[in-house]
């Protein structure tokens, strides 16, 4: 039992040098207005659920919208209620008050990061279905998940943390309403020819 509390304090440790970092080298005033911008995006999910809107109103695309859609709404419960009451872990911007932030208090557990598994679980279905606009979904994942690293209210692990979950969500989603569209286009072929 030693060890594994020894490994997370290390981790601990790490992830707290790599924000210091990034407070004492990387801040400028041009930054923060555009990590404020950037962090922006992912509140709520909003930037993905209007490229879910768009898709489910789009001609051929409505597949990959609801997929999207119901990716986004299980990472948002997976992380968000479940698993951030469940571990509980204290946001750094409360552990260390004397740092300034950016942004208004956040009290809510830190792990993992929703704007990360949001991000990360839209990227990766928008990568399934169109690989080039994968791409970029990806880039802009990761640079919404940055800033909430420049403004010190996750720690990278919460965003590793995010990352791993937001696919492996993104994937389960896509394999099981895949399944789901199958079976509901059997049935439309078997009782509407």
Known sequence: MGKKFHMLDNLQLIDERILFF??????????????????????????????????IFSKHRQKSGVILLSAIFAAMFLGDDILKPLIGRIRPC?????????????????FPSGHAMVGFASATVLFYYDRRFGIIAYLTASLIAFSR???FVHYPSD???????????????????????????????????
């Open 149 to 151: 690293l420049y403004l």
């Open 94 to 110: 409360d552990k260390f008050p004397e740092v300034e932030l950016l942004l208004g208090s956040i009290h809510s557990p830190s």
């Open 22 to 55: 990034i407070q004492n080298n990387w801040k400028t005033p041009a930054l923060d207005h555009v990590m404020v911008f950037l962090t922006s995006l992912g509140n709520a999910g909003v930037l993905w659920i209007c490229i879910a809107a768009i898709l």
């Open 159 to 193: 965003l590793l943390g995010g990352l791993i979950l937001g696919v492996f969500t993104a994937l389960l989603t896509i394999f099981l309403l895949n399944l789901v569209y199958h079976r509901i286009e059997l049935l439309y072929r078997k009782f509407l020819p």
